[in-house]
């Protein structure tokens, strides 16, 4: 199973090599896109959200209802081609979200092991606290996947660029 984790500017550029099956898109609601030609409508899920953590007025704030739609979708997903993740810079919403379904498909692998093959893969990641923190609720991880990426440690976003990660048992690839 192939997670590709970027920023917008390389979605073109990924969806024309990789041909991923699904696409995830995390913006704001004014930065919202289309979906990328040769990708089917009902296989790109947008997900209107600002990158914050904490509320701020005019911004969405992520919710459970974004948790939900992540795993609802990642489940359609036969992993038979990759999935695109991608938020404005594919430092913080995407890779939040990678997580979340690397988790999701990877039950039985430590969620410490999950967050450093996703460092591994990307020195740049810095997964959306609150997103996982909303994820570690709803999938019942009793505080395992918030640890796990406080553990990942410092970030260096000047490092973003876009990466694979893969999904089962935390490997990175």
């Not at 810095?126 to 505080?143: E, T």
């Amino acid at each position: 199973m192939t997670l590709i984790v970027s920023g917008l500017a390389e979605v073109p550029a990924i969806v024309a090599k990789r041909r991923p099956s699904h696409m995830i898109t995390l913006l704001d609601p004014a930065s919202m896109i289309g979906t990328p030609e040769g990708l089917e409508p009902d296989r790109h899920l947008k997900l209107a959200v600002n990158d914050i953590a904490e509320p701020m007025d005019g911004l969405v704030l992520p919710q459970e209802t974004l948790v939900h739609n992540l795993i609802r979708f990642a489940a359609d997903w036969d992993e038979t081609r990759p999935m695109l993740i991608h938020c404005w810079a594919g430092i913080s919403r995407s890779t939040a979200s990678a997580f979340v379904i690397a988790c999701e498909r990877s039950p039985d692998a430590a969620e410490l092991d999950i967050a450093m093959a996703l460092r591994a893969a990307a020195v740049h990641a810095s997964p959306n606290r609150r997103i996982v923190a909303l994820a570690d609720d709803v999938m019942g991880r009793r505080g395992r996947m918030v640890d796990a990426v406080a553990a990942m440690g410092d970030y260096d976003y000047n490092l973003a660029r876009p990466f694979e990660f893969s999904a089962r048992h935390g490997h990175a690839g």
